[in-house]
């Protein structure tokens, strides 16, 4: 029943990630992919939401595109959790619909 | 109709600054040919899709706002806007255009929804198909 | 491409649907029903005005669904079945009829 919504804006480039979070229901995933991944970095000022967010919902980032940015695994908000494109299409997979935040 | 999937297209973005709005619009019409269940989702900057008298004279745009208004003609009947979207961008349903639709029973009853955000994560969430924009 | 009218050419599109919608008036619908075998009658008149209308008040040209639906509102179920459209538009109401009237290829037209 659950969705997956995924996240290609920067937080700093306009509202996606925080309306996908705010519209996001308990036991959703939320996977931050291309630009939308830097919102995911420990001390942005997207952090706290995201901190929030993964009370009762599950962060992923897309590997490739954190590690295409310049970020490791260390500099993500603690929590979430980083998926290959396996993981992506897994993902994708195991929800019941895929919501795209352009 | 029974086996008709639940379509919502998912509206983001303010007409004539991108395409997103038309290009949704345009997608909805020919889908609604297609006899599927289908609702529009105003969010964010989507708001301002709606909004009453749209005047493009001197930008030279398309105004394609009067089509929202035969969207019931298509079946199309439930357009669901955000009330806090509204909030943050000061406006409220009455900048809106009055848009309707008929039923078998009845005539002129309106097609917009105001509702809240978690009630707006409902509907999501009783989709088969979300199209986002 | 274009239509040969009063010694001007309005241009039309590789289908024979007007590029500018502000070029058209009833004796150039005429020419372009003369181009497609229709010769109009008053019931055909009907039909191209409510395209007309329908194409002012909304922006769009209709689907035959709606198109139906809508003159069958309008004019009354005889006015409006199939059947009766086809008979006016052989080759169909929505996209003819339009083409007559001066409109794009309705939206979702297939």
Known sequence: ??????????????????????LALPGDAVLLIEDGVVGARKGSSAAKAIEASLASCKVYVLGPDVAARGMKAEDL???????????????????????SWL | MSDAKKFLYLNRKAPYGTIYALES?????????????????????????????????????????????ALGDYDVRNLYVEKESLDERGLSVDDLMPITHDTDDEEDLPSIMVVSRAEMAK??????????F | MGYHFNGQ??????????TDLSQWNADLALLIAKDENVAMTDEHWEVVNFLREYYDEYQIAPAIRVLT?????????EKSSNKYLYELFPYGPAKQACKIAGLPKPTGCV
């Open chain 3, 9 to 18: 050419d309005i241009a039309h599109d590789e289908e024979g649907y007007l």
């Open chain 2, 25 to 69: 619009l345009e997608v909805v019409l020919i889908g609604a040919a297609f006899e599927q269940q289908v609702s529009l989702a105003f969010v964010d900057d989507g708001v301002y899709q709606l909004m009453a008298g749209q005047n493009t004279k001197g930008s030279g745009f398309k105004n394609f706002s009067n089509t929202y208004k």
């Open chain 3, 69 to 77: 639906k809508a003159l069958a509102k309008k004019m009354g179920p």
């Open chain 1, 77 to 99: 908000v603690s929590g979430v959790e980083s998926v290959d494109y396996a993981g992506f299409v897994d993902l994708a997979a195991n929800h019941a619909r895929t919501q």
């Open chain 1, 1 to 22: 029943m659950s969705t997956l919504h995924t996240v290609n804006k920067s937080p700093f480039d306009g509202t996606s990630l925080s309306s996908a979070l705010g």
């Open chain 2, 123 to 132: 509907v999501m969430s009783e989709q088969d198909v979300v199209l986002s």
